[in-house]
């Protein structure tokens, strides 16, 4: 039987399940600093395109590109991305996958892209969003910002900007709320 205490904590016969490890107010902090890193890296602003992963890295790239508009009166290009068709593991989702190859609105050709996602985990999520715009585009540079990264990579990849760094063990998950999809934000661990 599953309860909920007055803390946000899901119990399963008593066993802790989910935990709340950041709170709104603390990813909104997160996310002003990464812009703040954006804004140093030295790359040209108006050659900045946000690439967010479907279906959290939307909602945060459209954040990022708010508070880049408050920190630096830029504005920043935004495109979305669903990864499914390029996926490596995609014949375990599926045997008859409705998935559709990526097409940008805005031409990635000689821009930095910085592909924007909840949380980076063993990085096939990264390396999928990677081929997608290269099977479309020749992007000047590629970059990554994930809002929490925990651990566990598979492939030789890391994330330009980080919220967040949460160690986890394997048996643990990490799940990112947002507001415009689950009613809150928060980032929460289950065990």
Known sequence: MRTLNL???FFYGGKMKEKVLIEKEK???MLTRMSHEILEKGDNVNEIILVGIKTRGIFLAKRLKQKLKEIDSVNVGVETLDISFYRDDLEKKSLDPNVEEAKFKLDLNNKVVIIVDDVLYTG???RSAIDAIMSTSRPKAVRL???VDR???ELPLRADYV???IPTSSKENIKV???EID???EVVIIN
Do not use: Y
């Open 124 to 126: 096939r999520t990264s």
């Open 145 to 147: 910002a994930i809002l």
């Open 151 to 153: 651990g566990h990579r």
């Open 177 to 179: 709320h947002l507001k």
């Open 7 to 9: 803390q946000g904590i």
């Open 183 to 185: 009613e809150n934000d």
């Open 27 to 29: 990813i909104d902090k």
């Open 163 to 165: 919220g967040k760094n």
